[in-house]
Each structure stands twice: as structure tokens, then as C-alpha cells.
């Protein structure tokens, strides 16, 4: 046997019933031949690491625009972090941990630069095309804008990743939305979410990272104490952030493991939507940190409007498919801004509306 057939024996013996099992995969849109040593979910996993997506998000923001701070959180280590979370509750209720992985690494590809801020001028600027959704922009990402390099030389479009990883990937948001209570997988349908386990539980711990590491990061920033975090969550989660994650991960897998979906009790799940409405309303739309959002939205609006009358000056990645008819201007370059990071942005806005000083030489 090779060491991927050894290990997808291993997942029929070991993993829960629930579970997804990379021997039986839904497969990719291109088929390929199996690799000896990993599963398709670990080859996934790889992919995304290795794309340039997926690096760019060192410099996108998690919450404070373009942080000069080396320990303010980006996009990236909002990525590993979920990952951390998710990993630990896969492993523990015996769901596949490879797949976990994949998506939670794939899940923000997507996502534009200036976080929450910049997707919402995105989607603004896009209403009368379709709209923007970040999620929706990341399953785009692996599927059409990345390419790949093959074996043979010639480049492919898209990761050509698994159904498994693609269906989590497109279905991990919930924006300001509280935490729902996950129905069972065979009455889940397409529309409403992931259509696994692990994709559900991407979906939970997406949220379990952000509510903990913005929160640290805005006491850090002096915005906020932890003393201010109400009293009705740190009652249920813990008197501080230490314990917060901890208290949260135990209760999800001693109410998932076996049950075939992401549980965990009702006051855990309250105490983590209360905590998500009090970082939205003292952090997220009424500190100082956003005293620049106003800005950041106007400077991606008027580098889409100078986009769109000038198209022939967007990335090669959406050019490409422009070029070949099959996207629209709009869409092609809201697909060049949205890989933007921070800091190209600003430097993009730079050079085309600020006018430079005349030197001689």
C-alpha cells in the first residue's frame, strides 16, 4: 500500500461515522491521478498554501487598517489562528482534520484589502453587477483567478481543489450575523451553508478566532479594557481572554462529538454572539480604529471608477479573463482590487492621484 491508501484506510477505521473521507472525495472539476503520498485533501491543503493569495494576506487588515504594530493581527494570522481552533475540535470529535484544514486556509482568499471596510465599498461599487461577498470572492479565487503550475510546464486555471474544500470555502461567512444552530447534514441544503461537518465547523471557529484575537488586539491598542467586555460573557466564557477559547472549544466538542454537526450550548453560543455585537459596537463601527474607514472606502471607490475607464491597466491575473471574454469590465477589476493588500492600494492611489513634486536632473 502506499502511504496515501495507509491513510485513507486509517480514516475509515478511525474517523467518526460523520466524518468526510478523502477515499471518497466528490473529486475535482478537472480529474487527476492520485498522488502516492497524500490524501486529496492534504494536496489541497498544499495548494493554498502555496499560492499567491494566500501569501498576500500578511499584508491585509484584520481589523486596524495597514498596522504599523508588529503584533496587531493581519489577515494571515487570523487565517492561522482559526486554523489552530479548528484543527484542535477536528482531531477531538475524530472529524477529518486535513479537510478542516483546507478550507479554514482557503477561507479569506478572498478577501479584499482594508477588511470589512473594503469589502463593503467593493460591494457598493459592484451593486448594479452582481455585488461583492468575500466568501464568494475566495471560492473565485481557487477556482478561476489563481493558476497553477503542472508537472508538464503549462500553467491551469484555478487550484482545481475538491468539491469538499470548495463547498466550505464558499460557504464559511456569516458577517454580523449570530451564530446559528447548525441542522443535520441531510437536511442542510446548498443554499444554506456548508454541506459537511468540517465546513461547519470552519464556519464556528472562523468566528470563536475573531471574537478573542480582535479583542486583544483593541485592549492593546487602548481602546478598549477587558474589564469593558460585559459582564453576561465573561460569566459564561471566562473572566479573561485566556480562558475564553479554551472554555468555548470544550463545550463545542462535548456537544458535537458523535452528532454529526457542530453543537455547542446555548450559553455558550449567546455568550459569543454578545461578545461579537459589544466588538462591533465599541470596536468595529464606534472607535477611533475606524476613523479611517470613511477613507479607505473612498480611495477603493475612486480606484474603481479610474479602473474602469482604464482597463488595460489592471493586473495580468484579471486581465486574462477580460482579455478572453469571459468578464466584464466591472468584474475584472473589482477582481484586481480585491487581491490588492493594504499597502499596494495606498501606493496604487499614490501614484495616480497625488500629484509628485518636479525634480531636474
Keep these: 500500500m502506499t502511504p496515501r491508501e495507509v491513510t485513507e484506510a486509517w480514516e475509515e477505521q478511525v474517523l467518526s461515522p460523520h466524518a468526510a473521507r478523502s477515499g471518497r472525495s466528490r473529486g475535482r472539476i478537472r480529474p487527476e491521478p492520485p498522488d502516492p503520498l497524500r490524501t486529496v485533501f492534504q494536496r489541497d491543503r498544499d495548494r493554498i498554501i502555496h499560492s499567491k493569495a494566500f501569501r498576500r494576506l500578511m499584508h491585509k487588515t484584520q481589523v486596524f487598517l495597514a498596522p504599523e504594530g508588529d503584533h496587531y493581527r493581519t489577515r494571515l494570522t ?20 486535513d479537510l478542516t484544514e483546507a478550507i479554514v486556509l482557503g477561507h479569506d482568499l ?17 451593486a448594479a453587477h452582481g455585488g461583492f461577498r468575500h466568501d464568494l470572492q475566495s471560492l473565485r479565487m481557487v477556482e478561476v483567478l489563481e493558476r497553477r503550475r503542472t508537472r508538464d510546464g503549462t500553467y491551469q486555471e484555478g487550484l482545481n481543489l475538491t468539491w469538499e474544500v470548495r463547498n466550505g470555502i464558499g460557504g464559511h461567512s456569516k458577517g454580523p450575523r449570530d451564530l446559528e444552530i447548525f441542522p443535520d447534514l441531510e437536511e442542510t441544503v446548498p443554499e444554506a451553508g456548508p454541506e459537511t461537518v468540517e465546513g461547519q465547523l470552519a464556519r464556528v471557529a472562523d468566528r470563536i478566532a475573531y471574537v478573542h484575537h480582535d479583542t486583544d488586539d483593541a485592549i492593546r491598542a487602548g481602546l478598549i479594557r477587558e474589564a469593558d467586555v460585559p459582564a453576561s460573557v465573561r460569566k459564561v466564557l471566562g473572566q479573561t ?23 455547542m450550548t446555548e450559553e455558550t453560543r449567546a455568550a459569543l454572539n454578545g461578545l461579537k455585537d459589544f466588538l462591533f459596537e ?10 479611517e474607514v470613511g477613507k479607505a472606502q ?7 471608477g479610474y479602473f ?25 477589476v473589482c477582481d484586481f482590487l480585491a487581491g490588492m493588500t493594504d499597502r499596494y492600494a495606498i501606493r496604487t492611489a499614490e501614484q495616480l492621484f497625488l500629484p509628485r513634486t518636479w525634480a531636474s536632473f
Design 241 to 263: 481572554r485566556g480562558q475564553w477559547v479554551d472554555t468555548t472549544v470544550h463545550d463545542i466538542v462535548a456537544h458535537s462529538a458523535g452528532t454529526g454537526r457542530i453543537q
Design 110 to 126: 478572498g478577501h479584499p484589502p482594508f477588511g470589512h471596510a473594503g469589502e463593503e465599498a467593493l460591494n457598493q461599487t459592484m
Design 78 to 97: 487570523h487565517t492561522l489562528e482559526v486554523s489552530q481552533i479548528a484543527r484542535t475540535i477536528a482531531r477531538a470529535i475524530r472529524i477529518n482534520e
Design 298 to 304: 473612498r480611495l477603493l471607490i475612486e480606484l474603481f
Design 282 to 291: 465599541t470596536v468595529y463601527q464606534g472607535s477611533d480604529a475606524k476613523a
Design 308 to 332: 474602469v475607464d482604464h482597463p488595460e491597466e489592471i493586473g495580468e491575473e484579471a486581465r486574462r479573463l477580460l482579455d478572453e471574454g469571459r468578464s466584464t469590465v466591472p468584474r475584472a
